[in-house]
């Protein structure tokens, strides 16, 4: 059974900085599209950053300040994330697409083909 587990998050001041964690299991991550999500309270779920095969996407809220990788030797997924601002306060969770790995990973919530989402882990600037 494909599961993630999100880890990492935490209360920030503004200006800091987190680094979340994704170990997936029940498949290989790297065979995968990733993607980073983010939930505000009273907002929808929106797209942070995603990988594929050759490349990476990000918000353009996120540009500059947040990184997306993978350790495949862990089946592990990371955001960091740095110059917290308020505004990026919510739950973020990972999930992986069912979309091709070898094209342009897409931060479409609906459309991105992205499923199996953990319980996420929360990030709150003070």
């Known amino acids: 059974q494909l599961q993630f587990v999100e880890s990492g998050g935490g209360l920030v001041q503004p200006g800091g900085s987190l680094k979340l964690s994704c170990v997936a299991s029940?498949?290989?991550?790297?065979?995968?599209?990733i993607g980073w999500f983010r939930q505000a309270p009273g907002k929808e779920r929106e797209g942070v950053s995603c990988?594929?095969?050759?490349?990476?996407n990000s918000a353009d809220s996120v540009k500059g300040r947040f990184t997306i990788s993978r350790d495949n030797a862990k089946n592990t997924a990371y955001l960091e994330m740095n110059n917290l601002r308020p505004e990026d306060t919510g739950v973020y969770y990972c999930?992986?697409?069912?979309?091709?790995?070898?094209?342009?990973?897409?931060?479409?919530?609906?459309?991105?083909?992205?499923?199996?989402w953990g319980q996420g882990t929360q990030v709150k600037l003070s």
């Open positions: 029940g498949f290989t991550l790297h065979d995968h599209v």
């Open positions: 990988i594929a095969a050759y490349n990476r």
């Open positions: 999930a992986a697409s069912s979309k091709s790995l070898w094209r342009v990973c897409t931060l479409d919530v609906h459309q991105g083909g992205y499923g199996s």
